[in-house]
């Protein structure tokens, strides 16, 4: 399994960003993704995860109202629409994948990463 996230960049306080990760080498789309985060010096986080039911959806305290995890199954690709972007929002992406239909929160959930993609908000 391949994890390929883009989307990251850099932009302003109350700015908007989209991630992508794109899975490849899942053989349906029965699977759960999330998407983690670290900043540096901190362990990574949770941000945001949904199970292969498109509407069963978790979220961080911290982003809720902000993000927003979807998915397209067709396109094996899962999304995380950032918006009202904060300074403490600074961190590594990195969207994860498992082969269990419903998401989990915890780290150890996952079997699989991406690469991670740099999310950086300047105030």
């Known amino acids: 399994v391949q994890l390929q996230a883009s989307g990251g960049g850099l932009v302003q306080a109350g700015g908007s960003l989209r991630l992508s990760c794109v899975v490849s080498g899942r053989t349906s789309s029965s699977y759960a993704m999330g998407w983690f985060r670290q900043a540096p010096g901190k362990e990574r986080e949770f941000v945001a995860a949904i199970s292969w039911i498109a509407g069963v959806t978790s979220y961080a305290d911290s982003v809720k109202g902000r993000f927003t995890i979807s998915r397209d199954n067709g396109k094996n690709t899962v999304y995380l629409q950032m918006n009202s972007l904060k300074v403490e929002d600074t961190a590594v992406y990195y969207c994860?994948?498992?082969?269990?239909?419903?998401?989990?929160?915890?780290?150890?959930?996952?079997?699989?990463w991406g690469q991670g993609t740099q999310v950086t908000v300047s105030s």
């Open positions: 994860s994948s498992t082969n269990h239909k419903y998401y989990s929160t915890s780290y150890g959930g996952y079997d699989s």
